[in-house]
């Protein structure tokens, strides 16, 4: 199948500061991103949706200041959590579709940020 | 709007016994049903999908058979094994913009 690749895989930082997570598709172009966001227990929650070359859709009571998401080519998208508090630590995960997938996606390995 | 209904864990087997996690959905339209797995500490992967009534989708010895008139995507496996533990999550899309609705997950636990 296609790969996702997802970096970091983990991140510290100390609050305030900003962290970037990129995710690519290494073997496809990914016309449409996804990102998650995954709290302990509980399943994914779908943070916003991009598509190449323009701005990402962000889903209710995401703030897209916050969540800074650019999807500059078809095989790079980032998430940026911008001044970020301990509340934000959470599991991210990306996934990536392309037009030939038809409708499956394919999911980065994640990034466990923790925030101190 | 579509929306995925899986069995709340955790689920405890031995090593050995058969496993059935049901998942139910409502879709409007014909949706294409996946089931991911997540290992410990792990993304997630896609363990298998169907996109049409009546398919069954099958992989590592699990199986989930489309069942469009009962609206379910029951994810079975004969004799589990303690690797098989980790999370499932059973989902679908309706293949408009590749946007997948989950289920809530299930945690399986094997032990030996």
């Known amino acids: 199948g296609a790969v996702v690749s997802q970096h970091p895989s983990r991140v510290i930082c100390k609050s305030g500061t900003s962290v970037k997570i990129e995710c690519r598709s290494l073997d496809f172009q990914a016309t449409t991103m996804f990102w998650y966001r995954q709290f302990p227990k509980q399943s994914l929650m779908l943070m916003a949706t991009s598509n190449e070359g323009s701005k990402a859709t962000y889903e209710q009571g995401v703030e897209k200041d916050k969540f800074l998401i650019n999807h500059a080519s078809l095989t790079l998208s980032t998430l940026t959590v911008t001044s970020a508090h301990p509340e934000d630590s959470s599991f991210y995960i990306c996934?990536?579709?392309?037009?030939?997938?038809?409708?499956?996606?394919?999911f980065g390995q994640g990034t466990r940020l923790t925030v101190v | 709007g579509d929306s995925v209904t899986q069995m709340e864990g955790p689920v405890t087997l031995s090593e050995e016994a058969f496993l059935t996690i049901n998942c139910t959905y409502t879709a409007t339209g014909y949706p294409s049903l996946f089931w991911y797995v997540q290992y410990p500490g792990e993304g997630l992967q896609l363990l298998l999908k169907a996109t049409k009534a009546d398919d069954k989708g099958s992989n590592k010895g699990f199986e989930a058979t489309y069942r469009k008139e009962t609206t379910s995507f029951h994810l079975e496996k004969g004799s589990v094994q303690v690797s098989d533990s980790a999370v499932y999550f059973c989902a679908l899309s309706d293949g408009s913009n590749y946007q997948l609705i989950w289920g809530a997950g299930t945690k399986l636990i094997i032990k030996p």
């Open positions: 996934s990536a579709s392309g037009q030939i997938m038809n409708t499956e996606a394919f």
